[in-house]
């Protein structure tokens, strides 16, 4: 583990903690840490929000008091990644969200919970990703959602293609944004935490090392 260097925590209530632990440790430069206190959510450089459920994490965030303290990190320009259900805790509006579903906010956009979900519950493609060298990004997309409108500050990096790499039909996905990044904050309705290719991940630690 590295020692010194900027350090981003991971939220670590629920959802893949420990893959975005691992591809974080591999992106250099910096150190990665499980966070679940309001002292260590302050302390933090950057913070990753997992894959997993949006609404069972927003109701923890709620029980241990984390909701005001991670808005104002946010608010005050915190470094944030979120994969999935991270993405859906971290956009401003929700749709098909629980009513009681508590949002971060830190991005301008509206996206749709469970929206691949409703035709089938899991989606691969190879998807480009702006800012990504070296190649399409392996997307692999798990009840996923997907940005139905972005704010005018929010770049799309990624939209899914109008037919997957091994030839499938994205349906009604077809053409949506499924990466997306207003300023220090980076979104994807994909899991690139669980496929090995750190190349995600390395874009957000530059952008922690460029913040910090
Ligand atoms: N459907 C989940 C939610 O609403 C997200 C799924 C995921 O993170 N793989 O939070």
Redesign the pocket.
């Known amino acids: 583990m590295i020692e010194s260097g900027p350090t981003v925590g991971v939220l670590a209530l629920q959802g893949d903690v420990r893959e975005h632990l691992a591809a974080l440790g591999s992106s250099g430069g910096i150190r990665a840490v499980p966070v679940r206190r309001a002292s260590e959510i302050e302390s933090v450089d950057g913070l990753v929000i997992p894959?997993?459920?949006?609404?069972t994490m927003s109701r923890l965030l709620g029980v241990f008091d984390l909701l005001e303290p991670l808005r104002a990190r946010l608010a005050g320009g915190m470094p944030a990644y979120g994969s999935?259900?991270g993405m859906?805790l971290l956009a401003s509006e929700v749709l098909d969200g629980r009513p009681d579903q508590q949002q971060l906010g830190g991005l301008d956009v509206v996206v749709r919970?469970?929206a691949f979900g409703r035709q089938v519950d899991s989606f691969e493609t190879d998807l480009d990703v702006a800012g990504v060298d070296g190649g399409p990004v392996r997307a692999v997309f798990?009840?996923?959602p997907w940005v139905e409108k972005a704010g005018a500050d929010v770049e799309v990096l990624a939209t899914v293609p109008a037919v997957g790499s091994e030839g499938q039909d994205p349906g009604a996905a077809a053409g949506r944004a499924v990466a997306v990044r207003q300023g220090n904050v980076l979104a994807t309705a994909f899991?690139p935490e669980l496929t090995g290719d750190g190349r995600v991940h390395a874009l957000f630690a530059g952008i922690v090392r460029a913040v910090a």
């Open positions: 894959g997993g459920e949006s609404t999935c259900a859906i919970r469970n798990i009840r996923a899991h």
